[in-house]
Protein backbone atom coordinates (compact mmCIF):
# COMPACT_ATOMS: atom_id res chain seq x y z
CA UNK A 1 0.00 0.00 0.00
CA UNK A 2 2.75 2.34 0.87
CA UNK A 3 4.75 1.99 -2.19
CA UNK A 4 1.86 2.51 -4.41
CA UNK A 5 1.03 6.28 -2.25
CA UNK A 6 5.08 6.76 -3.01
CA UNK A 7 4.36 6.15 -6.79
CA UNK A 8 1.27 8.27 -6.78
CA UNK A 9 3.46 11.32 -4.83
CA UNK A 10 5.76 10.78 -7.53
CA UNK A 11 3.77 10.97 -10.57
CA UNK A 12 1.80 13.82 -9.34
CA UNK A 13 4.89 15.83 -8.88
CA UNK A 14 5.70 14.62 -12.76
CA UNK A 15 2.42 16.12 -13.70
CA UNK A 16 3.28 18.93 -12.08
CA UNK A 17 6.18 19.73 -14.26
CA UNK A 18 7.38 22.58 -11.50
CA UNK A 19 6.50 23.16 -7.66
CA UNK A 20 7.42 25.56 -4.68
CA UNK A 21 6.78 23.84 -1.37
CA UNK A 22 6.18 25.48 1.92
CA UNK A 23 8.84 23.88 3.81
CA UNK A 24 8.74 24.11 7.39
CA UNK A 25 11.53 21.79 8.11
CA UNK A 26 8.86 19.41 10.00
CA UNK A 27 9.09 15.77 8.58
CA UNK A 28 6.01 15.96 6.50
CA UNK A 29 7.20 19.16 4.69
CA UNK A 30 10.52 17.84 4.36
CA UNK A 31 9.00 14.15 2.38
CA UNK A 32 7.53 16.29 0.05
CA UNK A 33 10.68 18.38 -0.55
CA UNK A 34 12.28 15.24 -1.01
CA UNK A 35 10.17 13.56 -3.59
CA UNK A 36 9.77 16.90 -5.67
CA UNK A 37 13.22 17.26 -5.67
CA UNK A 38 13.77 13.24 -6.69
CA UNK A 39 11.09 13.81 -9.14
CA UNK A 40 12.00 17.34 -10.52
CA UNK A 41 15.19 18.03 -9.88
CA UNK A 42 15.86 22.40 -10.21
CA UNK A 43 12.32 22.82 -11.14
CA UNK A 44 11.24 22.29 -7.57
CA UNK A 45 12.02 25.18 -5.09
CA UNK A 46 11.67 25.30 -1.10
CA UNK A 47 10.91 28.45 0.62
CA UNK A 48 10.95 28.48 4.84
CA UNK A 49 8.75 31.19 5.94
CA UNK A 50 10.15 32.63 9.00
CA UNK A 51 8.89 34.80 12.01
CA UNK A 52 9.01 35.30 15.61
CA UNK A 53 6.91 31.77 16.17
CA UNK A 54 9.14 29.56 14.63
CA UNK A 55 12.60 28.61 16.33
CA UNK A 56 15.66 29.52 15.51
CA UNK A 57 16.65 26.15 16.09
CA UNK A 58 14.02 24.88 13.44
CA UNK A 59 15.38 27.30 10.86
CA UNK A 60 18.68 26.09 11.19
CA UNK A 61 17.20 22.20 11.08
CA UNK A 62 15.77 23.11 7.62
CA UNK A 63 18.43 24.49 6.11
CA UNK A 64 20.36 21.49 6.99
CA UNK A 65 17.73 18.81 5.54
CA UNK A 66 17.37 20.82 2.58
CA UNK A 67 20.72 20.86 1.35
CA UNK A 68 21.07 17.16 2.62
CA UNK A 69 18.47 16.58 -0.04
CA UNK A 70 19.90 19.09 -2.85
CA UNK A 71 16.73 21.18 -3.51
CA UNK A 72 17.46 25.10 -3.85
CA UNK A 73 15.75 26.53 -0.54
CA UNK A 74 14.78 29.66 0.08
CA UNK A 75 14.23 32.06 3.32
CA UNK A 76 11.32 34.63 2.95
CA UNK A 77 9.53 36.81 6.04
CA UNK A 78 6.38 36.44 7.49
CA UNK A 79 4.14 39.36 9.39
CA UNK A 80 1.27 37.64 11.05
CA UNK A 81 2.56 39.00 13.93
CA UNK A 82 1.23 42.83 12.59
CA UNK A 83 -2.18 41.21 12.36
CA UNK A 84 -4.69 41.43 15.35
CA UNK A 85 -6.69 38.61 14.20
CA UNK A 86 -3.84 36.45 14.58
CA UNK A 87 -2.16 38.42 18.08
CA UNK A 88 -5.43 38.01 19.53
CA UNK A 89 -5.25 34.35 19.74
CA UNK A 90 -9.09 33.57 18.15
CA UNK A 91 -9.66 29.78 18.05
CA UNK A 92 -8.91 30.15 14.32
CA UNK A 93 -5.70 31.72 14.95
CA UNK A 94 -3.84 29.71 12.61
CA UNK A 95 -6.07 30.68 9.71
CA UNK A 96 -4.50 33.98 9.63
CA UNK A 97 -1.21 32.87 10.16
CA UNK A 98 -1.44 30.12 6.39
CA UNK A 99 -3.53 33.26 5.61
CA UNK A 100 -0.35 35.63 5.95
CA UNK A 101 2.21 32.47 4.71
CA UNK A 102 0.11 31.68 1.54
CA UNK A 103 -0.50 35.31 0.31
CA UNK A 104 3.08 35.59 0.48
CA UNK A 105 4.29 32.45 -1.47
CA UNK A 106 1.75 32.28 -4.00
CA UNK A 107 2.50 35.61 -5.60
CA UNK A 108 6.30 34.66 -5.18
CA UNK A 109 5.20 31.51 -7.04
CA UNK A 110 3.73 33.19 -9.75
CA UNK A 111 6.66 35.43 -10.08
CA UNK A 112 9.24 32.94 -10.21
CA UNK A 113 7.31 30.80 -13.00
CA UNK A 114 5.97 28.22 -10.36
CA UNK A 115 2.33 27.58 -11.20
CA UNK A 116 2.20 25.19 -7.48
CA UNK A 117 2.25 25.65 -4.45
CA UNK A 118 1.98 22.69 -2.05
CA UNK A 119 2.48 21.94 1.51
CA UNK A 120 2.97 19.64 4.07
CA UNK A 121 -0.33 18.81 5.21
CA UNK A 122 -1.09 14.53 5.57
CA UNK A 123 -4.06 12.75 5.91
CA UNK A 124 -4.14 12.77 9.50
CA UNK A 125 -4.43 16.17 9.67
CA UNK A 126 -8.08 16.15 8.02
CA UNK A 127 -9.53 14.78 10.94
CA UNK A 128 -8.33 17.55 13.47
CA UNK A 129 -8.89 20.99 13.72
CA UNK A 130 -7.06 22.96 11.34
CA UNK A 131 -8.03 26.04 10.45
CA UNK A 132 -5.21 26.96 8.38
CA UNK A 133 -5.93 23.95 5.97
CA UNK A 134 -8.93 26.08 4.50
CA UNK A 135 -6.39 28.96 3.97
CA UNK A 136 -4.27 27.28 2.11
CA UNK A 137 -7.12 25.89 -0.02
CA UNK A 138 -8.97 29.39 -0.99
CA UNK A 139 -5.43 29.95 -2.09
CA UNK A 140 -4.87 27.47 -4.50
CA UNK A 141 -2.57 25.29 -2.30
CA UNK A 142 -2.30 21.68 -2.71
CA UNK A 143 -1.43 18.95 -0.04
CA UNK A 144 0.43 16.04 -1.77
CA UNK A 145 0.73 13.81 1.08
CA UNK A 146 -2.97 14.33 1.92
CA UNK A 147 -4.48 13.81 -2.03
CA UNK A 148 -2.40 10.84 -1.74
CA UNK A 149 -3.98 9.30 1.67
CA UNK A 150 -0.65 9.24 3.47
CA UNK A 151 -0.95 9.34 7.26
CA UNK A 152 1.35 11.01 9.77
CA UNK A 153 2.93 7.29 10.08
CA UNK A 154 2.86 6.44 7.11
CA UNK A 155 4.96 9.92 6.58
CA UNK A 156 7.79 8.47 8.76
CA UNK A 157 7.81 5.13 7.77
CA UNK A 158 8.44 6.49 3.98
CA UNK A 159 11.21 9.06 5.18
CA UNK A 160 13.07 6.17 7.10
CA UNK A 161 12.54 4.12 3.85
CA UNK A 162 14.23 7.00 1.50
CA UNK A 163 17.46 7.41 4.29
CA UNK A 164 16.07 10.28 5.39
CA UNK A 165 18.08 10.78 9.08
CA UNK A 166 15.31 12.93 10.92
CA UNK A 167 12.37 10.57 9.94
CA UNK A 168 11.54 10.57 13.85
CA UNK A 169 12.12 14.29 14.30
CA UNK A 170 9.46 15.39 16.75
CA UNK A 171 6.65 17.08 16.04
CA UNK A 172 7.17 21.30 16.10
CA UNK A 173 4.23 23.36 15.51
CA UNK A 174 4.63 27.33 15.37
CA UNK A 175 5.08 29.18 18.82
CA UNK A 176 2.07 30.64 18.77
CA UNK A 177 0.43 27.29 19.79
CA UNK A 178 1.92 27.00 23.22
CA UNK A 179 -0.68 29.70 24.18
CA UNK A 180 -4.42 29.29 25.20
CA UNK A 181 -7.19 30.09 22.90
CA UNK A 182 -7.84 34.32 23.99
CA UNK A 183 -4.32 35.00 25.16
CA UNK A 184 -2.88 38.13 23.85
CA UNK A 185 0.26 36.91 21.52
CA UNK A 186 3.35 39.27 21.89
CA UNK A 187 6.73 38.61 20.24
CA UNK A 188 8.34 38.45 23.28
CA UNK A 189 6.06 35.74 25.08
CA UNK A 190 7.26 33.51 22.11
CA UNK A 191 10.46 34.12 22.86
CA UNK A 192 10.37 33.15 26.33
CA UNK A 193 8.58 30.16 25.68
CA UNK A 194 10.84 28.87 22.89
CA UNK A 195 13.89 29.73 25.03
CA UNK A 196 12.09 27.72 27.62
CA UNK A 197 11.49 24.65 24.74
CA UNK A 198 15.61 24.90 23.80
CA UNK A 199 16.37 24.54 27.42
CA UNK A 200 15.09 21.83 27.92
CA UNK A 201 16.02 20.14 24.67
CA UNK A 202 19.75 20.73 25.70
CA UNK A 203 19.19 18.73 29.05
CA UNK A 204 18.44 16.01 26.62
CA UNK A 205 14.43 15.95 26.49
CA UNK A 206 13.08 16.23 23.40
CA UNK A 207 9.69 15.70 22.68
CA UNK A 208 7.83 17.93 24.95
CA UNK A 209 6.08 21.62 25.10
CA UNK A 210 6.26 24.30 27.36
CA UNK A 211 2.58 26.15 27.52
CA UNK A 212 2.22 29.15 28.26
CA UNK A 213 -0.20 30.38 30.45
CA UNK A 214 0.24 34.21 32.13
CA UNK A 215 2.89 34.00 34.14
CA UNK A 216 2.92 30.07 34.41
CA UNK A 217 5.22 27.66 32.45
CA UNK A 218 3.37 23.65 31.98
CA UNK A 219 6.14 21.49 30.88
CA UNK A 220 4.72 18.92 28.88
CA UNK A 221 6.47 15.48 28.74
CA UNK A 222 5.54 11.72 26.82
CA UNK A 223 3.63 10.21 29.60
CA UNK A 224 6.54 7.70 30.66
CA UNK A 225 9.24 10.05 30.40
CA UNK A 226 7.15 12.13 33.63
CA UNK A 227 8.67 9.62 36.44
CA UNK A 228 12.24 9.90 35.11
CA UNK A 229 11.91 13.80 34.75
CA UNK A 230 10.59 14.49 38.07
CA UNK A 231 13.68 11.83 39.48
CA UNK A 232 16.39 12.32 37.15
CA UNK A 233 16.16 16.41 36.39
CA UNK A 234 17.35 19.17 39.04
CA UNK A 235 13.63 20.88 39.38
CA UNK A 236 14.97 23.37 41.61
CA UNK A 237 17.80 24.46 39.06
CA UNK A 238 15.01 24.37 36.02
CA UNK A 239 12.27 26.50 38.23
CA UNK A 240 15.37 28.98 38.22
CA UNK A 241 16.40 29.07 34.90
CA UNK A 242 12.57 29.40 33.78
CA UNK A 243 12.19 32.33 36.29
CA UNK A 244 15.09 34.02 34.81
CA UNK A 245 12.96 33.97 31.68
CA UNK A 246 9.96 35.79 33.05
CA UNK A 247 8.48 32.92 34.45
CA UNK A 248 6.97 32.99 38.08
CA UNK A 249 5.14 29.40 38.63
CA UNK A 250 6.47 26.43 36.70
CA UNK A 251 4.29 23.18 36.58
CA UNK A 252 4.24 19.78 35.07
CA UNK A 253 1.75 18.06 33.35
CA UNK A 254 0.71 15.18 34.76
CA UNK A 255 -1.20 13.61 31.86
CA UNK A 256 1.97 14.58 29.47
CA UNK A 257 2.44 15.35 26.39
CA UNK A 258 -0.61 15.05 23.41
CA UNK A 259 -0.55 16.80 20.02
CA UNK A 260 -3.35 19.39 20.14
CA UNK A 261 -3.78 19.67 23.73
CA UNK A 262 -5.31 23.53 23.71
CA UNK A 263 -7.47 22.37 21.31
CA UNK A 264 -9.51 19.91 24.10
CA UNK A 265 -10.97 23.35 24.78
CA UNK A 266 -12.93 23.58 21.94
CA UNK A 267 -14.46 20.02 22.45
CA UNK A 268 -15.54 21.05 26.26
CA UNK A 269 -17.48 24.21 24.61
CA UNK A 270 -19.31 22.20 21.92
CA UNK A 271 -20.14 19.74 24.69
CA UNK A 272 -21.72 22.85 26.79
CA UNK A 273 -23.65 23.97 24.24
CA UNK A 274 -25.19 20.79 23.20
CA UNK A 275 -25.89 20.49 27.36
Known amino acids: MLTEKFQQLKALFAEMEQALIAYSGGVDSTLVAKIAYDVLGDRALAITAVSPSLLPEELEDAKIQAATIGIFHKIVQTHEMDNPNYTSNPVNRCYFCKSELHDTLKPLAWE ?16 DYRPGIQAAKERGARSPLAEVGVTKAEVRQLSQQLGLSWWDKPAQPCLSSRFPYGEEITVAKLQRVGRAEIYLRKLGWQNLRVRSEGDTARIELPPEQIKDFALMTDLPTIVSAFQGLGFIYVTLDLEGYRSGKLNQVLNQQALSVKL
Open 112 to 127: LGYPYVVDGVNADDLH
